[in-house]
């Protein structure tokens, strides 16, 4: 669905929203709403009007007679062919006088409360969003967090009462959770790490959005993998970088010559587990890509966001261990392993950079917050944090064992042929790959009719070729709504197959 459909959709699903008016109306006034917002922006093409009954499930026509009122009010042009575009609401020369002064009064009452990037950034709003429901991709188990061990390891930072321990965080981060995570990431991640190089953020996001104000300036290109994570995505966006998508294949990013022709300032990868389709970056790539990045001066940001959930061998080493020219700014989170309202992660920069870095972190964002890192430091430290990753590691496993089954088991022989499971062995979704005339968007909104909050794969890219298929979370969900959920999500599958 498009952003400009979701947009929509979301407006009209309000039940208060003009209950008492008909669909077309309120689909007109939905519209103008959002063209007042300014989160339908001058010059953005809206979706045709099959598009678009199809994305809110209305007929055609409803959608056309509120495309021609809006027409005639001066809210949008249609040229034939060519589709129906916002018109610039601050120039508006409407149909008749009256209309003009009352589209210019609301202008001036709704002038446009967000910048330029501000209105980008809200537009899109079509991120997953976090809700606890069954097969949503990403979520974890927090029911397994260990609340009473947490609270004594609280407690005990509390009862030491250290004063600085309330002030912001300055030099990185707290010190022996900067130890501590050097240590884990040595002997887990085969990470090349002092101390010093250890900086820790609020997360992922945020480690991504200082390397990409420190590293790259506005109009620089950014190279993303296709498809790509959209929170890396939305933050490069927001800093105005040009971002170029690399195909992704069961290799990982699989550069080609046009690829090659351009010059990328930050490359954005997930080399131990592609974010979504779940391709492991063969070694071949990994060295290809350190190469290229030497070569075109340009920093590579491994975002390593679940390579502790591996349930079978060893988990597999990072490609900063590669990295012998500091190219790499490596990331890691607690999102996943602990609970992402923890908010912390950490980044492991090159050390020509972690000067720089602390300077940035400290000004741009006042890092705080020790209480919690000095907490996390002794959970790591005195040997919980492996021990409960071994633990949910083994719930995860069986767990993603048993949709596998529930899945296959139901789709027999036939569908078994022309669908495909995600055979990689880690992380918290797997990806249920369909054939390519499928509509996996629609079957995303057949699914989350029955409660569950798949997502659509083609959502995932940037530009075409899509490969279609739906993103199934299963950490979150327990065994016996796998079995029930995984038996109804098999049937929307048949449905749309078929
Ligand atoms: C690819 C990827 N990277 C990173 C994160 C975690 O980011 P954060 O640390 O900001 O919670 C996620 C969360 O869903 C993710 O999917």
């Not at 495309?67 to 120039?91: C, N, P, R």
């Not at 409360?113 to 709003?125: N, V, Y």
């Not at 880690?426 to 997502?455: I, N």
Request: net charge neutral.
């Amino acid at each position: 669905m498009s952003p400009a459909s979701d947009l929509l959709a979301n407006t009209l699903a309000q039940t208060d929203f003009h209950p008492g008016l008909p669909q077309q109306r309120r689909l007109y006034e939905a519209a103008k709403a959002a063209i007042h917002q300014h989160l339908l922006g001058a010059g953005n093409k809206l979706p045709s009007s099959r598009d678009l009954a199809r994305d809110l499930s209305v007929a055609r026509n409803t959608v056309i007679a509120a495309f021609e009122q809006l027409a005639a009010e001066g809210y949008v042009t249609s040229t034939l062919g060519s589709g129906t575009y916002v018109a610039d609401i601050q120039t508006l020369t409407p149909v008749g006088a009256k209309t003009t002064v009352r589209a210019a009064t609301s202008a001036t009452i709704n002038a446009p409360p967000l910048s330029k990037r501000g209105m980008q950034i809200t537009e899109f709003a079509a991120g997953p969003r976090f809700e606890i429901q069954p097969f949503v991709p990403g979520d974890a188990d927090f029911s397994s967090f260990p609340f009473k061990l947490w609270q004594r390891l609280q407690n005990r930072v509390w009862r030491e009462a250290r004063s600085e321990l309330l002030d912001y965080g300055d030099s990185g981060g707290h010190l022996p959770l900067r130890q501590a995570i050097a240590e884990y990431l040595r002997i887990s991640r085969s990470v090349k790490v002092s101390v010093e190089q250890i900086m820790i953020t609020s997360g992922t996001q945020q480690s991504l959005d200082l390397c990409a104000q420190l590293l790259a300036d506005v109009g620089d290109t950014a190279w993303v993998e296709d498809p790509c994570y959209w929170g890396a995505r939305r933050v490069f966006e927001a800093c105005d970088l040009v971002l170029h998508p690399i195909t992704v294949d069961a290799d990982g990013m699989a550069l080609e010559a046009a690829d090659l022709a351009t010059n990328p300032r930050l490359i954005y990868v997930t080399p131990s587990h592609q974010y979504p389709t779940g391709a492991v970056m063969s070694l071949a790539r990994r060295r290809e890509l350190l190469d290229v990045a030497v070569r075109k001066n340009a920093w590579i940001l491994e975002d390593d966001y679940d390579s502790e959930f591996r349930y079978t061998g060893r988990p597999l080493a990072a490609l900063q261990g590669l990295d012998t020219g500091d190219r790499v700014v490596y990331m890691g989170t607690f999102s996943k392993v602990l609970y992402p309202g923890i908010k912390v992660g950490y980044m492991v920069v090159p050390p020509a950079l972690s000067e720089s870095f602390k300077i940035a972190l400290y000004d741009l964002q006042r890092p705080g917050q020790l209480m919690v890192q000095a907490a996390l430091a002794d959970f790591i430290s005195l040997g919980h944090f492996t021990t409960h990753i071994r633990k949910i590691r083994q719930i995860y496993g069986s767990r993603r064992e048993l949709l596998r089954k529930t899945l296959v088991n139901q789709f027999g022989p036939q569908l078994s042929q022309r669908v495909t499971i995600s055979s990689e062995e880690s992380g918290l979704h797997l990806v249920v790959e369909l054939p390519e005339h499928v509509d996996d968007v629609a079957l995303e909104k057949l699914a989350a009719e029955s409660g569950m909050a798949v997502k659509a794969l083609s959502t995932y890219y940037l530009a075409p070729p899509v490969r279609r298929g739906l993103l199934v979370g299963y950490a979150y969900v327990t065994p016996d709504k796998i079995a029930y959920y995984g038996k109804l999500l098999a049937s929307v599958i048949q449905s749309g197959v078929r």
